[in-house]
């Protein structure tokens, strides 16, 4: 390994870093603008320069790869002329702007230039000024206050997949562009972060709020499977933005855009009070007491099979675990938490994993996509696909509906037919998939959720075994058998067994016995993805945060507390159990679901044995051990699993239509609404 001399200290650092990041491993700060860790190197914005011995000029540190028995400096005269002369060169067009800047408190521009820059500037020509361009709903562009950085560029480009932003001109007459087109990209929010001046800012945000009044707290995502970190910024009762946290194993530092902006939908069709619906149909406002009664009085008597309870996509397991205990003091086996229908749980949980982790897709080496786009099912997991991807060229395909995923991939089929080919050994890439070390399949929901799930299912696996991507012939530690689940509360409810128990129904079989009477009572924690207008007759519970499709067909609704607003414990795609915790305090009457069913058990006669979040997470480890391991990947023991059956013909469905409306928060966000006009439905119609 070579060994520097950075400031007199003599370091010993990996071959191929560059000198920014070997002055950083010595612990000497190098100020930057144009570098970033996980952007290509550009080295235009010349603030990184540092004195090399024997080196006519300073060089720029980002874009000089270290050497043995290199000497350099980072504090002498030169380079701290430098960095000034620098600093008031960028400086020179750019405006006062910083007390009505959306990023003023947290810019790098303002912090370097207090560090590295000069008390006055000796330019009094005019400014220039430059006319702002639209890149879509969720970015404001000021674009005088650019510097040329070109981070947005290479961000759209490399991590995005998308080619939509440029720099066009040369010159004082250089300009970032989209030639004004939406940057149409589930990451394009990430464009804000990674923009070190004002230039991109959160327009959704704009003007609401400054760093130093928010409360921040640090928490997971749950609107899709994928688990983000995240943190939650708030201010009194309101959630005023989220932000992507660090955590190199699931999102390492970015957000998709419905994660970062759905928010809003926080704020509206919000259930604040409980409901009973009354002899003349309608839906009236009412007091805990009178729904518990309404409640108590409709169960009364009523037996255990003739009542139902379903899990909607959002739940923590907390609730998930308090709702089963009071259907089994019920007496009620009728539980489901699949609203889509997916054949798979009762199991070992090796079955519905993503088992090789989000970051191992990282040391994949061939990719099979199964009734999946995870571009719209799991943005995060796709940049990881696309990352490797670009890292090794690696043959990627698919089989279901053709969609762009900003990679490159081969098409072999749309249906089950061309997975049992496979399966068969036939075809050209069972042989890819044979010959690479480290093979890969994913099965997405548009596959398990049919009605031959289970058979699917039994081929991926036995595909899975034939090609050493998993079993006895894997290499050791490696398991390429995965399930992408798109619900963040699914994997959790599988883990702690919300499902039909013995002689007990599924979703389908719930709705079914609804339509026919022979279900009686149907609680919905909420399920919103779900045909309510296959529950007929049945009463109906709901307990949930939002105004939406369940709450509309309930006889009583119970305001429960969105994922910003309780402590709970979810479960992503790949079984690493995760904590969200409560960023603001849920509206008017509503409460944390766990205390909810907690109250009525006692009501109902079947008071639950917990009076604490600590009790019932006591219980929750202790009936399912998985759960004491916060934070933590525990790999699955590969077990048999699926059932083999006969196949039905017809493509799989691709089951996310809309990847900016996919739950009640973001159906209520008007953020979102904006950017299904400009991406979904404009597009569309354009088709048309």
């Not at 560029?153 to 995005?160: L, N």
């Not at 149907?522 to 993805?529: H, P, Q, S, Y």
């Not at 109250?599 to 998985?626: F, M």
Request: with cysteine; aromatic share 6%.
């Amino acid at each position: 390994m070579p060994t520097l001399t950075i400031n007199d200290k003599e370091i010993e650092v990996p071959a191929g870093l560059t000198v920014l990041q070997a002055c950083e491993l010595a612990g000497f700060e190098i100020p930057r603008f144009c570098y970033h860790e996980r952007l290509s190197v550009a080295g235009n914005c010349r603030m990184c320069l540092v004195e090399m011995e024997r080196a006519p000029k300073p060089i720029a540190s980002c874009a000089m790869p270290v050497g043995d028995g290199m000497v350099i400096r980072t504090d002498s005269d030169a380079v701290k002329k430098a960095r000034n002369g620098v600093m008031e060169f960028l400086l020179i067009n750019h405006p006062l702007d910083c007390p009505i800047c959306d990023q003023g408190g947290e810019c790098d521009l303002q912090d370097q230039a207090m560090a590295y820059g000069y008390n006055s500037s000796r330019y009094d020509e005019n400014k220039r000024a430059v006319s702002e361009k639209y890149m879509g709903p969720l970015i404001k562009t000021i674009m005088t206050r650019c510097i040329h950085c070109t981070r947005c560029v290479r961000f759209a480009t490399e991590i995005g997949g998308v080619e939509d932003i440029g720099l066009v001109g040369r010159g004082e007459q250089a300009e970032i562009t989209t030639l004004e087109q939406a940057v149409n990209s589930e990451l394009s929010g990430n464009l804000v972060d990674v923009c070190p001046v004002g230039a991109l800012t959160n327009a959704p945000y704009a003007f609401s709020a400054r760093p130093w009044e928010l409360r921040k707290t640090l928490s997971v995502d749950v609107l899709d499977a994928v688990g983000s970190n995240i943190r939650i910024d708030a201010r009194g009762r309101e959630v005023m933005r989220v932000l992507p946290r660090l955590h190199e194993d699931i999102n390492e530092e970015w957000i998709n855009d419905k994660t970062r902006q759905a928010i809003d939908g926080l704020h509206y069709r919000r259930l604040d009070k409980p409901f009973v619906r009354g002899a003349d149909g309608k839906l009236k406002p009412a007091s805990w007491s009178e729904a518990f009664e309404a409640i108590a009085a409709r169960l009364e008597g009523l037996a255990g099979h003739k009542i139902a309870a379903v899990a909607g996509d959002l739940c923590d397991a907390e609730s998930m675990l308090a709702l089963k205990d009071l259907m089994t003091g019920l007496g009620s086996p009728n539980l489901d938490c699949r609203q889509d229908g997916a054949k798979l749980g009762g199991g070992p949980r090796v079955e519905y994993l993503f088992n090789t982790g989000i970051a191992g897709i990282e040391q994949a080496d061939a990719i099979l996509l199964v009734g999946s786009n995870p571009r719209w099912e799991a943005a995060m997991i796709n940049a990881r696909i696309r990352k490797r991807f670009l890292q090794t060229g690696l043959p990627i395909a698919v089989i279901g509906p053709q969609v762009e995923l900003t990679y490159d991939y081969a098409h072999l089929g749309t249906g089950p037919e061309a997975l049992q080919s496979l399966a068969k050994g036939e075809g050209d890439f069972f042989a890819v998939l044979k010959q690479a070390e480290r093979p890969m399949i994913v099965l997405g929901s548009g596959a398990v959720a049919r009605p031959d799930g289970a058979a699917v299912v039994a081929l991926a696996r036995a595909l899975a075994e034939a090609v050493g991507a998993a079993g006895d012939s894997a290499p050791d530690g490696w398991n390429g058998y995965n399930v992408l689940q798109r619900a963040g509360a699914r994997v959790g409810g599988l883990d702690l067994g919300f499902l039909p128990g013995e002689g007990g129904r599924d979703l389908e079989g719930i709705l079914a016995g609804a339509e026919s009477g022979e279900i009686e009572a149907v609680w919905l924690l909420g399920a919103d993805e779900i045909e309510t207008s296959r529950l007929g007759r049945a009463f109906v519970i709901y307990q949930g945060h939002h105004g939406d499709r369940g709450a509309h067909r309930a006889d009583v609704i119970l305001p429960g507390a969105a994922y910003t607003e309780k402590n709970g414990t979810y479960v992503n795609t790949e079984g690493r159990v995760q904590l969200g915790r409560l960023a603001a305090f849920p509206p008017g009457e509503a409460r944390e679901d766990w205390t909810i069913l907690r109250a009525l058990s006692e009501r109902l006669g079947e008071k639950l044995p917990y009076d604490s979040l600590g009790d019932l997470r006591a219980r929750l480890v202790q009936l399912h051990p998985v759960f004491a391991a916060i934070d933590t990947l525990e790999p699955a023991a590969w077990e048999s699993f699926g059932a083999a059956g006969d196949l039905r013909a017809g493509p799989f469905d691709l089951p996310v239509e809309n990847f900016y409306m996919t739950c009640p928060i973001s159906r209520a966000s008007k953020t979102m609404a904006a950017c299904t006009e400009a991406f979904v439905a404009a597009p569309s119609q354009a088709a048309e």
